[in-house]
Each structure stands twice: as C-alpha cells, then as structure tokens.
C-alpha cells in the first residue's frame, strides 16, 4: 500500500550510491515493471507490490465480444499476470541488490501474484528480514494531510489550511447516513403496517419485504383499509408485507454542506427522452447509482473474467431458446408471426417434433452460434459440458452425424421447458418497441389510478423476449375473438366492458445460477419494472390485445417458465399448460381508489402499480433528486460503489 512512500526515503538515506556520476539526470528513477525493462541498476527497490497496486486484471476492449475474443484467441485473461512475471524476472536479475518491500504484512492488501509466486519459491517459511521504520513525522503528502485531518476531527487546529473546506465532513457521511438508517423507523402500528407518515423517513426496503406473507391477526394489503402500505414488524416478531414505496424521497438535514453532496441541491436535472427500462431500474434502486452511471457514464471499466462473461452465455442460451422456437414455427427473431384464427402449429411441443428432435435443432443452433466451443482449451470444454451434458469425445462424434439426441446439460433443460407451455402460442421473440414507435412507446396512466397524483407520461424503448397468445378456451382451439374491442386494453378493465380480441402473456428470460427460478420470478415482479412496462407497451402497439399474465423464464440448472397470472383466467383454463403459475399478486395488489374489498383484477392492478412506480422514478430523475439510498443487497452490486462515500458493505 501507500505506506511504501515512508519506507522509500530511509532508504534512499542508507543508500551507498553516489550522486552526480552519471550524466543522467539524476541517479534515482522512479518506473513501473514495464518502463524498466531493459534498464539496469546499482540498486533496486521494488515497492508497491499490492495487488490492488499492481492491477493484474485484463480490462474490456471496446468493439470486441466475447465470443470473438475467445474464438481469435485474442487478449487472453491471463496475459497481463504472464507479462508481469516476465518483468519481475527481469528486474530481478537488473541489479547485484534487489529490495523487494512485501506489502502482506497489513492483510488488507495482499501482495501482487508474482510476488506472491516469488516468495513461495524463495521464502517459503516468509523468514524475510522486516524492515521497521518508525518516523516521528509522516513524510508523504498524504500522510502530513491524514494527521492534520486526525487533528480536525479531535477539534484541534491544523498545521496547514484545508485545501477545500466544504469536503471536511465527507469522511462523517458515512456515519450520518448510518444514523439515519438506523432512525428509519420498523415497527407497525396496530393496523399491522407502518404509519402513513413514516414514508419520508425511509431509505431502503429488504427485496423480500415486497414478497412476505402476510402474518396472521393481520390484513393482507390488498384487503387493508389503506392501501398501499409499507410493512413493518408486529407483535410476535414477524414483519408484515410492503407495497413497493419506491422512489424514496428522504428529508435534507439542514446541514447545507453535506445535503447538496447528497442530492439535495439543484443542477443535477435530467432531461431523459426516451428510458430504457434497465436505465428505470437503475434509477429505480439508487437515484445516486442511476446519475452517476447513466447520467455522468461514471462507472469502472469492465474487466474481463477468465471464464464466458455470463451475460454472453446467457445471450447464447436466449438464442438458442430463439432458433429452437423459430425454425420450428417458421418465423425470423424480431418479426412478428401471423396467429390467430385458423392457424394450425401453435408451439414448439404440438408441431410433432419429438423432445430428441428438438434437442437436435437446438444442437444445430448452439454450434452455429458458439463456434469457439471447437475449441480445446479448459473454458470451452468445461463451457461445452455444461452447455450440451457432453465431453469432447462425444460432442464430435456427434458433429460428424448431428442426428436427434436426448436432451441434456443446459440445453436440454431449455428443450424439455417447451412441454410445460405447451398451450402457449409464441408469436414473437426480441420484439423491438422501437417497430412501433421509433421515439420510444408513450407510456401513461390516468390520475385516479396513480392514487390522485398526476404523473408526466414517459417514452420507452427495448426488447421483449417472448410474447405467447394464450387460447380463449380450454380445448386451445380459439385464440382471437372476432367481436371483440380493437381499442387499447384499458389498464382496469374490470367494469370497463370492454373486451379483448386476443389474450397475450409476457415472457423476460433470465439466465441465473444461484437464484432459485421462484425467486427471480418474484423479483421481475415485484422488485423490477420490466415486465409491466413491456406488458403495457405491447398493448398500445396491438390493440384489441389484453396482457393477463408475465413472468420470468429462468434458464439454469433447469429451465423454468414462470408467469403471474389474473386469477380469472387461471381458474377457468386451469388444465392448459402455459408454464409455472404463481398468485404473488392476488394478496398484494389493488387499485388505489378501490375499498377494502375489491372487486378488479389483481393483476391489472399490479401492472399499474408498477406503471406508477415507473413514472414517479422518472419524475424523481427529471426533478434532478440524485440522493443515495443504500441499502446491502444494491449497494454490493452498484458499479460506482467505489466512489460513493456512504455506500454499504455487504452483510453490515
Ligand atoms: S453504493 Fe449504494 S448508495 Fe452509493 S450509489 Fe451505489 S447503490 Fe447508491
């Protein structure tokens, strides 16, 4: 670390090296690694060997995939660490003396893997001399600023002024917002929630808050006499459910300093004209991650993993899951079959097509679409077994004769997912919102269903990954009713009289290898705003269309369709199989102006309360409110954590 700069001066004090005898500049030189090859000395001292010093990790080059990095063979993960041993063994053999200044002692900062590889062959039993130094006074610039910082904190004079006197109390942000955390208040009322008033003094909600049950002796929220409300602890130590109260717009402290560090100031207004619904969540989850990442692009450079990055073996699983469903029902990614009255093959299972077959079709695609898996080195075959269920052996046995097989590995999974929504019609896949409308999808929503509040309509653009037509009736025989409504769907329905011409479901493909799929699916409901933003943007672009059910599909050890369905359609076609079913909703959601015991659909009312949730995040975005909201779970995956001074450790 740092502390190498006090070690540096005793040392170059005790040196026997003599000034002036060269016609250099000067007899110290100060290089990296890679400067100093080619250089020799009379004495060289390594220092600032930590790892996070010696950044040993391959960054992203811009313009090049993965896929393409792998199957070129270019940049390789290890490269940087292979160069740096090069000139390590070259500095070592620079000079008669090497100091080598080991950074491990202070375990917070390990030594870089050179070193450490160094050592273990030249120090096994770390018996190296220690070097004490003590000085009486810090030498480096950092070290005099830090003790006149120390000197500030305990109320006592500096030696030097502050360099910038409003940027003093940064180091107690940290502190304040931990103490306003711990204020946020947690305990319900009688009524089993938190008081109406307390919204203001929230920051953070525990994502499993939203999918609680509802403990017993207490109202569920959809039967509640207020609605919506935030849960909190009742009698007994349970916690109640919450209503998602998000964005959080926490009070200033009057401490004029520290409040517009922390978005409570003007010039930080954005001017967004068309959001994506990633851009929404970012926002939706942290205003201060939403601003500096999507609004100031300040987030830390991607670096490479030595294995597939997994968003490029998720997008190879989602295209796999594509072709399997396209070259069977005979339509192009993107487009938009023709389904309705009178078409024949409604999915992947009814076309006759034997599960083995299937598996063959998706084999054709994987091999089309991840050429570097001919490849024989440790990621493409571990990639290859995991992907197929097959070992090198096999899996060219099998080129050579691509006939049906069983489905296994991953792949498998996603073919023997297509038996359980075989009822499902998919219609498209990656449907462009931008085909509609090239400035992005109005999304809006009337004032009494956004409980009085009058929010400003946003555009959004993106890509739905799936949109299945679900039958009319039980035998899957209709799928379009010709007298129905060819008006937009109204968000309730329910007492509308208005009637749909097709019912649709909404499908978000995830990739995931630690969440359990009923998780996931819970929190694209209830957590994130996707699926309702896609959900409602199908339906202005197909009038006439009624979306009753969304959910996410999860391809991981076993590929899982789930969907979230109105429960009026779920009872009355309860023998189709459309996928996993799920009433997360029918406990939770009603439409603000409804009484305590409403009559609308659950599933409306949760695509306009996620609608609302939406609009009011963009609002927020709009109004320039870019303060924090930490909380563990965001705060450990935010990608300007390191910048943000009041950010949370995970598991604090
Ligand atoms: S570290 Fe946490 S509080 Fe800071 S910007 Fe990221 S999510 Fe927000």
Known sequence: GPAWVEEFPPLVHSSSILSGASPTSGRVRVLTPAAALGCSADTIILANLSSSSWDLRASKLPFLGDEERHSLDLLRPDGPIRDARHQLEHLLAAAPEVLVLDPSLDDASPAAAPIREWAAAHDPDDDAKVIHTEPKHPFSPRGLRQSDGTSLRNMLPSVRPPLNPSAISISMDSELQRDRERRQPSHADDDGYLAQASAQHLFSIDRA????????????????????????????????????????????????????????????????????????????????????????????????????????????????????????????IGTERPFGEGSSVSSVTLSGMSENEMMRTALESLDSRAPWLDRTDAVSTHRLMVLTGMNREEWNRWLTDPGPVPPSGRVGTIVRAESAVRHAAPVCLEWSMADFDEAGIEISIPTDIAGGEKLPPIRVRGFIDRVDILPMDEASQEWLDPDGDESIAPLRVHGSGWRPRRLVAIRDLKTSESKAAKIRHSDGLLDELQLALYARAWEIAHPG?????????????????????????????????????????????????????????????????????????????????????PSPGVCGYCPVRNVCEVRMEAGF
């Open 209 to 332: 808050d939203l999918t609680r049950r509802t403990p017993a002796g207490t109202k569920s929220p959809r039967l509640h006499n207020r609605w919506p409300v935030v849960g909190g602890f009742v009698a007994g130590g349970k916690r109640s459910p919450t209503i998602d109260p998000r964005p959080f717009s926490p009070h200033a402290t009057g401490t004029e300093v520290s409040d517009s560090r922390h978005g409570h100031s003007t010039g930080a207004e954005q001017d967004i004209p068309v959001w994506s619904p990633s851009r929404l969540h970012y926002w939706l989850k942290c205003p201060r991650m939403g601003w500096l990442s999507n609004g100031l692009k300040a987030e830390e450079d991607e670096l490479q993993a030595e294995d597939l990055d997994p968003r490029t073996h998720g997008e190879l699983l989602h295209n796999v899951h594509h072709d399997l469903i396209c070259q069977t029902l005979g339509f192009e």
């Open 545 to 629: 269309d009624l979306v009753v059910a969304a959910g996410i599909s999860l391809f991981s050890h076993h590929t899982e369709h789930m969907l979230e369905m109105s429960t009026q359609y779920s009872t009355s076609h309860e023998n189709l199989q459309l996928g996993t079913r799920t009433d997360i909703t029918t406990s939770l959601h009603r439409f603000p102006d409804e009484s305590p015991s409403p009559h609308s659909d659950h599933f409306r009312a949760w695509l306009a309360q996620r609608l609302a949730v939406a609009l009011r995040v963009a609002a927020g975005a709009t109004a320039g409110k870019v303060h924090p909201t």
